[in-house]
């Protein structure tokens, strides 16, 4: 019974470049979300989704950011352009409970993909 | 906007005695609370909730209590063990936006032997 699965764990782009982490959520659950996590800070909410869905983008930069989740194969976080900022540890989570659910929502992490850009 | 906040980057705590992890939060609006632990090269593990209609949630060795009035919560370990040093994140949400859960920076636990 996988967790959720993230890759590659470490990536290293040169400036201008594209980085594309994976995503595939536990099974039987269908809400992925995306965190960053910078050197020496917690963890920035950036984006919820499910199947097909963006339903809270809220935390995404504007530019050059994107993700999609498809009926078909895991979770794409994208970033075009990279710079040096974007180096940080990306995690993505999975649950069973969306927007409205009773209870806490209690996410499951990957281990998160490293993503160095030089 | 910090709306999780938590003051302590670091505690070091003896072997065997309590460790307390501080947590404050702004938005009244929250009413569900999560503590997740995270070892080096790891993701965050989720360690024990509470929901705003309670005020201690307990759990073996870790116990959750919760001030809403002022906007206070806190994670208890007692007694603390070498494996509990990691890095401790407090989150919370509300139920109207579930979706997105709003971590702390974190505090680094240190258990000394």
């Known amino acids: 019974n996988a967790g959720v699965m993230q890759n590659p764990r470490h990536l290293v782009r040169r400036r201008g470049q594209e980085a594309r982490l994976r995503c595939s959520p536990m099974?039987?659950?269908?809400?992925v979300y995306w965190y960053r996590q910078l050197p020496e800070e917690g963890l920035k909410f950036m984006v919820y989704?499910?199947?097909?869905?963006?339903?809270?983008e809220s935390g995404m930069p504007k530019e050059r950011f994107s993700a999609e989740f498809p009926k078909e194969g895991p979770s794409i976080l994208r970033i075009q352009q990279v710079v040096r900022g974007d180096s940080a540890a990306y995690f993505c989570a999975s649950s069973t409970y969306g927007t409205g659910a009773s209870g806490a929502n209690v996410l499951t992490f990957g281990a998160g993909s490293r993503l160095t850009v030089l | 906007d910090q709306q999780v906040k938590q003051n302590s980057p670091s505690l070091s705590v003896q072997e065997g005695r309590i460790s307390i992890l501080n947590c404050d939060y702004t938005?009244?609006?929250?009413?569900?609370f999560l503590w997740y632990k995270k070892y080096p090269a790891e993701g965050p593990t989720f360690l024990i909730s509470i929901s705003s209609i309670k005020d201690k949630n307990e759990d073996g060795r870790f116990t959750v209590f919760l001030n809403k009035s002022a906007k206070h919560l806190s994670l208890h370990i007692v007694p603390s063990q070498p494996g509990d040093s990691a890095v401790y994140f407090c989150?919370?949400?509300?139920?109207?936006?579930?979706?997105?859960?709003?971590f702390g920076s974190g505090t680094r636990l240190s258990i000394r032997p």
């Open positions: 989704l499910q199947k097909e869905n963006i339903i809270d």
């Open positions: 938005n009244s609006m929250f009413d569900y």
């Open positions: 099974k039987g659950h269908s809400h």
């Open positions: 989150a919370a949400s509300a139920s109207s936006s579930a979706s997105k859960i709003i």
